[in-house]
């Protein structure tokens, strides 16, 4: 059951990612899943280094998993350029 809460955990916090930050996200539910994921890492890291704590790989709560898709999906943004502008 573990897994599969991660992985909710993970879509719900790609998703309000996507909805927080403005802006065209040209990716699907398996990109917003990958983004909630990668998110929850970033945010566990972070609380870690800032709050104490082991360097584990876990899931952070919610709210940190949606901090760090935040900051992973402006990353993402910041590389990708200027993409889908037509001249």
């Known amino acids: 059951m573990?897994?599969?809460a991660f992985l909710i955990i993970g879509i719900v916090?790609?998703?309000l990612a996507r909805?927080?930050?403005p802006g065209p996200?040209?990716?699907g539910w398996l990109g917003t899943l990958v983004l909630g994921l990668v998110g929850s890492f970033?945010?566990?890291?972070?609380?870690?280094?800032?709050?104490?704590g082991t360097l584990e790989v876990s899931a952070s709560g919610l709210v940190g998993s949606v901090v760090?898709?935040?900051?992973?999906?402006?990353?993402?943004?910041?590389?990708?350029g200027r993409r889908g502008v037509v001249a």
């Open 2 to 4: 573990g897994i599969i």
């Open 13 to 15: 916090a790609g998703f």
């Open 19 to 21: 909805l927080l930050v």
């Open 25 to 27: 996200d040209p990716m």
């Open 42 to 52: 970033v945010g566990g890291t972070l609380a870690a280094l800032v709050f104490g």
């Open 68 to 80: 760090g898709a935040i900051i992973v999906l402006l990353i993402l943004r910041a590389m990708g």
